[in-house]
């Protein structure tokens, strides 16, 4: 456990350093490419795996049929996937995108693996393998004043340790780990398109924000939106991540004790999520002050509202991992069209207060993320008393 954490927090810690110093050494366009290559790593994945890497934590007797499906039919999707985010203009290259795609889903699949089957691990390495190297690599470049496509480097790493991962996959595979009893592809198909539609979602509400920034107004915008997401609101993944790591698999196994906590504690993870909000708002702020990054002065509005997000994501761990393993197919459309009604709702919200040039476009975008981070925690526990009370 100490090797995992010490992986996981390495992990973390390297990718935020990352930022730091691209926020402070590089100018608004490379800060700003830098934010959009972050945001497509976590979104053009997801549509590849069509939520067969979240089934594999949810049915780990069709782990061996669930691999297959994945090695299949993620090339395929990552064509039109990487094809869609070149056209809408992001990243340099056609190659560049559909290749990211790639490395995006094989890196999620890896991890969901090996956390399916209890190795922490080496679901860590797959997961934050990259993210130290990428680290390594961009103090390289900085201190040989190197110039190099940050897109093109991010792709070639997350491909070396795609590799690696294979490696570990040859030498555990699922029959080493679990009886295998694969569920019919119907079924496995049938949950995992439910839990794209939400993990779809969920990227958005964590990721598009930036690329909204990046596409309606100006590099230095763009920069100036993920430098403070860096120091106010990219840390709080920092026990939120690993929080969700454990929980899946634990919950699954533990219901009746999770739901008695729920019941009888709940008004503590309120608390600790407020706290450290806090917390990581603090550290932001000295860390602003210490590093002086180039975007100026921070943004106290910025730093209110992502506050508020701090706690709506610290939040949202607990119902997502409830909701993730216990949910039926029909339950998944409730939190889906719920979710749609959001992400609806909000996009009316940030056209309306657009058009009408009511307040800057970073203010309009962090609020509108506040909204639906809000009203997704809300939707999520409310789901999870629906599920509760149907396994009564």
């Not at 533990?254 to 600790?272: A, C, E, P």
């Not at 550290?283 to 209110?304: F, K």
């Not at 940030?350 to 993320?369: C, D, T």
């Amino acid at each position: 456990m100490l090797r995992t954490s010490l992986i996981y927090l390495s992990g973390l810690a390297s990718l935020l350093l990352a930022d730091v110093l691209i926020t402070k050494a590089l100018p608004a366009e490379s800060i700003a490419r830098w934010a959009e290559v972050r945001a497509l790593v976590g979104i053009s994945g997801v549509v590849c795996l069509v939520g067969l890497e979240q089934v594999l934590v949810r049915s780990r007797q069709s782990s061996s049929l669930l691999l297959r499906l994945i090695a299949l039919q993620v090339p395929v999707l990552a064509l039109g996937v990487g094809t869609l985010v070149w056209w809408l203009g992001f990243l340099g290259h056609w190659a560049t995108a559909v290749l990211l795609a790639m490395a995006s889903a094989g890196t999620m699949a890896f991890l969901q693996y090996f956390r399916s089957h209890h190795q922490r691990l080496r679901a860590q390495i797959a997961e934050q393998g990259w993210k130290i190297l990428i680290f390594i690599a961009i103090l390289l470049l900085i201190l040989t004043d190197t110039q190099l496509p940050l897109d093109t480097l991010v792709v070639a790493i997350m491909l070396l340790m795609m590799g690696f991962s294979t490696v570990m996959l040859w030498r555990l595979p699922p029959s080493h780990l679990f009886p295998q009893a694969s569920e019919p592809p119907s079924a496995l198909y049938a949950i995992g398109v439910r839990f794209m539609v939400t993990s779809l979602l969920l990227a958005l509400a964590v990721y598009a924000e930036q690329l909204v920034v990046n596409g309606l107004g100006t590099a230095e915008e763009g920069a100036s939106y993920f430098t403070h997401a860096t120091f106010f609101l990219f840390p709080i993944s920092l026990a939120n991540g690993y929080l969700a790591f454990l929980i899946g698999p634990w919950v699954r196994d533990n219901h009746d004790q999770f739901m008695s906590f729920l019941r009888s504690r709940g008004w503590l993870i309120g608390f600790g999520a407020v706290a450290y909000a806090a917390v990581v708002h603090g550290i932001g702020w000295v860390g602003w002050t210490i590093i002086s990054p180039a975007a100026g002065e921070s943004d106290p509005i910025l730093r209110v509202v992502f506050f508020l997000v701090c706690i709506a994501r610290t939040l949202y761990t607990f119902p997502s991992a409830y909701v993730g393993v216990f949910g039926q197919p029909h339950q998944h459309d409730l939190l889906i069209i719920g979710q749609l009604a959001i992400l609806t709702a909000v996009a009316a919200g940030f056209f309306f207060m657009y058009q009408g040039s009511i307040v800057q476009l970073v203010y309009i975008v962090a609020i509108m993320s506040a909204a639906n981070w809000v009203l997704r925690t809300a939707l999520g526990f409310g789901v999870l008393n629906v599920i509760a009370k149907s396994r009564i």
